[in-house]
């Protein structure tokens, strides 16, 4: 078994024990949403706040196993599963981290959300640019257009630019430690255009190859 499922289900267990530990403890009602400014403003039963990311990190990294050697490619993911499993357990951490502030936060501990959650975003950010850079076409991983997946060359600029942009929207979200009024919008509007841009570049990509021929 490779080494982030392996950290994924220790840290699934980790979790389950700290709520079954602190549940008494926990009032009726979990904070479970907060607002841009760091302010909940949403609430759970006690069972499911407590619970509810534990059971998501379950099924995410299940479908995370189970889907690609189910891929038409899988012998492209291969050439990159290094890359693949550490952002397995990247992902598990950043959930697992998730789940430790908002115990922090029902049991009493006050801070602003978004900013502690900003240097996790970043990391988080910065190495799916690195999973972006890695990838080879895949019907699972990466930047997944028509027009990527019907050309290797346009796969490949994609990804370049795509390992770029979201490298650097992985720096802009660090923004948001210092400047946590700020924060949401130092980790969502970059990370938005980092998606968004090089889908549309796919496509213009694409048409240029095509009247190349």
Sequence with gaps: M??????SFILIVISIAIGIYFYPQFPPHIASHWNAAGNVNGYMPKFWGV???PIILIFVILLLIIIPPLDPKK???KKFSKYFDNFIALLSFFLFYLYLLTTAWNLGKRFNMIQMLAPAFALFIYYAGV???????????GIRTPWTLSSESVWTKTHV????LFKIAGGLALLGIVLPQLAI?????PLLLAAFIPVVYSYFEYQKEVKQI
Excluded: D, H, Q, R
Excluded at 161 to 164: I, Q, R, S, V
């Design 185 to 189: 919008f130092f980790i969502l509007i």
């Design 161 to 164: 630019l795509g390992a770029k």
């Design 51 to 53: 619970f509810l990311l």
């Design 131 to 141: 999973l972006i850079e890695k990838s080879e076409p895949n019907f699972t991983i």
């Design 75 to 77: 012998e492209n993911i």
């Design 2 to 7: 490779k080494k982030g499922v392996v950290v």
